[in-house]
């Protein structure tokens, strides 16, 4: 039964969910589907009902992002059309592999990457841009961004919630991005994977429209302006900040477990 102060909570939990996503670009999920599985939401249900908020708020986010400019949509679209086709084919093997034992890999992963990003102090700034791998507008350049996608989609899917913490790595590391367009471009990436996987939830009937609907209300809210803070921070304070936000969701993924 919805009562004021559980809808009051899960309003929080959304508005947490969008600080998330506009600080480092990675789903809410984490804490979104064992919240929602705690107040007696169905586990496929709280999975569903978490993508479709994830769709609604990576929407805000890009788009702040994007009025910032720090949104690449070329490289963007590629590595989504590729992340939707890998997402398909972890799913499809997913469920052969102990979700544990991933899962702690990844949480180690976010959690090394975060003390990388507060050490570096920064360094990962807008004159690297270029640094990285430089792709140029050929075919085959194309091509290799969608292969990438579709490997980091095959991945997010094994390791489930927060997956968008390792689009965020190839964006950094393989393409230079600074970590504001990283961040922009990654939100406007799980668009597409969310939405994939929120339509075949949502055909089965897997998604709660109440609790989803509340927690859409404020993801958007502190999304758009959580996003709208993100872009005037400087990249060195921005970067350390995502670093404690990584290690902290890293940590999380451990306890939760």
Not at 172 to 182: E, R, S, T, Y
Not at 187 to 193: A, D, P, R, Y
Not at 201 to 208: E, F, L, T
Request: charged share 10%; proline share 2%; glycine share 16%.
């Amino acid at each position: 039964m919805l009562t004021v102060l559980l809808g009051f909570l899960i309003l929080l939990i959304g508005a947490l969910d969008g600080v998330i996503d506009a600080f480092v670009g990675a789903s809410g999920g984490m804490i979104n589907v064992p919240f929602l599985n705690l107040i007696g939401v169905p586990i496929k249900a709280a999975i569903g009902t978490s993508l479709a908020v994830d769709v609604v708020g990576d929407c805000v986010v890009a788009y702040t992002y994007n009025e910032h400019k720090n949104v690449d949509v070329k490289i963007g679209l590629s590595l989504m059309t590729g992340s939707v086709i890998g997402a398909q084919i972890g799913s499809a093997v997913g469920s052969a592999l102990p979700s544990f034992g991933l899962e702690t890999a990844y949480a180690i992963f976010l959690i090394v990457g975060g003390i990388y990003f507060w050490r570096k102090k920064g360094k990962v700034k807008a004159s690297t841009v270029h640094k990285g791998l430089n792709f140029s507008s050929s075919k085959i350049s194309t091509i290799v961004t969608i292969l990438i996608g579709l490997a980091v989609g095959s991945f997010v899917v094994l390791f489930g919630g927060g997956g968008g913490g390792m689009i965020l790595m190839v964006l950094l590391f393989v393409f230079g991005f600074p970590m504001h367009k990283a961040i922009g471009t990654s939100v406007m990436v799980e668009i597409g994977s969310s939405l994939s996987g929120c339509l075949g939830y949502a055909i089965r009937g897997h998604i709660n429209i109440v609790y989803g609907g509340i927690l859409m209300v404020g993801i958007i809210i502190s999304g758009r302006l959580a996003a709208k803070y993100a872009n005037k921070i400087n990249e060195e304070t921005f970067s350390k900040f995502v670093g404690v936000i990584f290690v902290v969701l890293g940590v999380l993924m451990v306890l939760l477990r």
